[in-house]
């Protein structure tokens, strides 16, 4: 099943633009987590949020967090042509093992 | 550098073979994963380990099974290819009951079945 789900499905900007996507979930949250899939590669962990908290930051990235409205989003910052990737939001609800369960993703492209 | 290494990147297997998938991790985890990633379905569970031995059903376990004899080492085992298997295979692992940490994946195993 997919708790989450990614708005937009694709997005396209310039670079140095900001770009923003959106996660919603359905069930109630011990954290969530945000991964990079570079095309044909493994994903990458770049920022987990816990449920008690409401916004988290690294670097050029901005998470945010709505438990009322089930949703997060991700912010880049002054983007680059190599953050052209996947970016998947995952929700661990506390299952045994910790199991993510994974949304569909946006695909961003940075062009140059 | 921490990593967990799938032991192909590309597979090209015959319809009714068997195949294993193997997946190791060198950070101690005690979880670990396997995932099938299609486009337009994400990233779906097909098992995972929380335990050397120990293996629970994901949301598509059908036509696969699992071992786990080592703690470092989860192999996936299609006990009989079929072509709706191809896809790209995804292994992770993770720390047990730990919130502070993700998944770390390997770089996955682009399964074709002709």
């Known amino acids: 099943s997919q708790q989450g789900e990614e708005d937009p499905q694709a997005l396209s900007i310039q670079e140095g633009e900001n770009a923003t996507m959106n996660c919603s979930y359905k069930?109630?949250?011990?954290?969530l987590q945000w991964y990079r899939q570079n095309s044909g590669r493994g994903l990458v962990h770049l920022i987990l949020?816990?449920?008690?908290?409401r916004e988290k930051h690294s670097g050029r990235l901005r998470v945010t967090l709505d438990t009322s409205k089930k949703s997060s989003s991700l912010l880049i910052t002054a983007s680059r042509a190599a953050d052209t990737a996947s970016y998947f939001c995952a929700t661990d609800a506390g299952d045994a093992g910790n199991m993510l369960t994974f949304g569909g993703g946006t695909r961003l492209m940075v062009k140059p | 550098d921490v990593k967990v290494t799938q032991s192909s990147r590309y597979l090209v297997k015959r319809t009714g073979e068997k195949v294993f998938l193997e997946c190791v991790q060198d950070?101690?985890?005690?979880?670990m994963f396997w995932y099938r990633q299609d486009p337009g379905l994400g990233l779906r569970l097909i098992y995972f380990s929380y335990d050397v031995k120990m293996k629970e059903k994901g949301d598509i376990p059908e036509g696969y099974s699992v071992s786990r004899e080592k703690k470092e080492r989860f192999s996936l085992i299609l006990e009989s290819a079929s072509t709706n298997q191809t896809s790209m295979y995804l292994c992770?692992?993770?720390?047990?009951?730990?919130?502070?940490?993700?998944?770390?994946f390997g770089s996955g195993t682009r399964l074709t079945v002709v």
């Open positions: 950070m101690d985890h005690e979880n």
């Open positions: 992770a692992s993770s720390f047990h009951l730990s919130d502070s940490y993700g998944y770390t």
């Open positions: 069930t109630s949250i011990n954290n």
């Open positions: 949020i816990r449920s008690n908290e």
